[in-house]
C-alpha cells in the first residue's frame, strides 16, 4: 500500500467527489457506514474496519474487522491505524466532515498525528482540503478546483508569518487564533510557500458550495 484512502460515515451531500481521490489510491478503506457511501458511487472497498453501528448490515468486502461499540478510539482512527500498518504513505481521509461537530475535530486532529507519523495525509469534502502545517517553511500548489487558502493558527499566536506567491502576501507577521485575519487568500502563482517560525496551523483549500 502506498495511497490510501480513507472513507469515514459523515454525511455527504455529493459524494461525487470521491472518484478523484479513488483515482490517486491504491487501497479503499472504509470506516463503518462509509461502506454505504463507496457502495452509493460505485468504489470497491478493500478494507472495511467498525463497530457496525452506523451501516447497512449486508455489504461485501475483501477484508474486514469488527470492533466492539465500546471503546475509546473511534472507527476512523482505527481504519488510520490499519493504514499505518500496512505501510500508508499518503492517507487521503474522505466523508469525515459532515454531521457531528466532536467527530469532524477528532477526524482533523488525525492530521497532526499522522504528520507525526511521517505520513503525507488530507481531510477532504466536497468544498475543503485540509492540510497540517507543522511549522518552518512549506511550498504548496495551486489547485484550481479549490482557489481559496486559508491559514488557520492551531496555537495561540503564529509568529513570523510569511506568504509568498498569494494574493496577500505577508513578511514576518504575527497571527492570532483568537482574531483569524488569514481567510479567503487566493493563489497567484503555480506554486505558493507558507513560512512559519514557531506555531502549528491548518491550510485549508476551499471553494464556495453551489447553490
Known amino acids: 500500500m502506498s495511497t490510501c484512502l480513507i472513507i469515514g460515515a459523515a454525511p455527504c451531500a455529493d459524494p461525487s467527489y470521491l472518484m478523484t481521490l479513488h483515482k490517486q489510491s ?3 478503506i472504509c470506516a463503518d457506514g462509509g461502506i454505504d457511501t463507496a457502495k452509493q458511487v460505485g468504489i470497491a472497498c478493500d478494507f472495511w474496519i467498525g463497530d457496525g453501528d452506523s451501516c447497512e448490515k449486508e455489504f461485501d468486502v475483501q477484508e ?4 466492539p461499540r465500546e471503546k475509546d478510539e473511534t472507527d476512523l482512527y482505527c481504519a488510520v491505524q490499519h493504514a499505518l500498518e500496512h505501510g500508508a504513505k499518503t492517507i487521503y481521509i474522505a466523508a469525515a466532515t459532515g454531521g457531528r461537530g466532536d467527530h469532524f475535530l477528532a477526524n482533523l486532529s488525525l492530521l497532526e498525528f499522522l504528520f507525526e507519523e511521517n505520513v503525507y495525509a488530507e481531510v477532504v469534502d466536497e468544498c475543503n482540503r485540509f492540510l497540517f502545517h507543522s511549522g518552518g517553511e512549506r511550498k504548496l500548489s495551486r489547485d484550481p478546483d479549490f482557489p481559496y487558502v486559508s491559514i488557520v ?5 503564529l509568529i513570523g508569518v510569511t506568504l509568498k506567491g498569494l494574493k496577500y502576501p505577508l513578511k514576518d507577521a504575527i497571527l492570532q487564533r483568537k482574531q483569524i485575519i488569514s481567510v479567503s487568500n487566493e493563489a497567484v ?4 510557500t507558507v513560512r512559519i517560525e514557531t506555531g502549528r496551523a491548518l491550510i485549508v483549500y476551499s471553494k464556495d458550495v453551489k447553490r
Open 153 to 157: 493558527p492551531l496555537d495561540r499566536e
Open 26 to 28: 491504491d487501497y479503499v
Open 189 to 192: 502563482c503555480d506554486e505558493f
Open 64 to 67: 474486514s474487522s469488527r470492533l
